[in-house]
């Protein structure tokens, strides 16, 4: 074979080479986009779920605290009737003393 056959076959040989696609038809760059892409979209999903995980959590936080909220206020509804009472009960022994 002479040198310029040789060259010739070598040339073709690397340019059919060149040109062939892999089986999934991605380069390496798409291949490595793709893997990006699809990791961007797991981090995406978990940074959801925390955010609706978070938000239950704050309506449940906000439920309790109307709660207690509430409570607070029937035992302070409570308390005042029953320094209320005591106050009546020491006008009606500061009048008995009185007579």
């Known amino acids: 074979m002479n040198r310029v056959s040789a060259i010739a076959l070598l040339s073709a ?9 892999p089986a999934d038809g991605m380069g390496p760059a798409q291949k490595a986009g793709k893997v990006v892409d699809e990791a961007g979209a ?10 609706v995980k978070a938000d239950a959590a704050a309506e449940r936080a906000r439920e309790k605290a109307k709660e207690a909220a509430a409570e607070a206020r029937t035992n302070l509804d409570r308390a005042t009737a029953k320094v ?16």
């Open 13 to 21: 040989a690397l340019l059919a080479g060149c040109n062939q696609s």
């Open 42 to 51: 797991k981090v995406q999903t978990a940074v959801q779920d925390q955010v």
């Open 84 to 99: 209320g009472e005591k106050v009546e009960q020491a006008g009606e022994k500061m009048q008995e003393a009185a007579r």
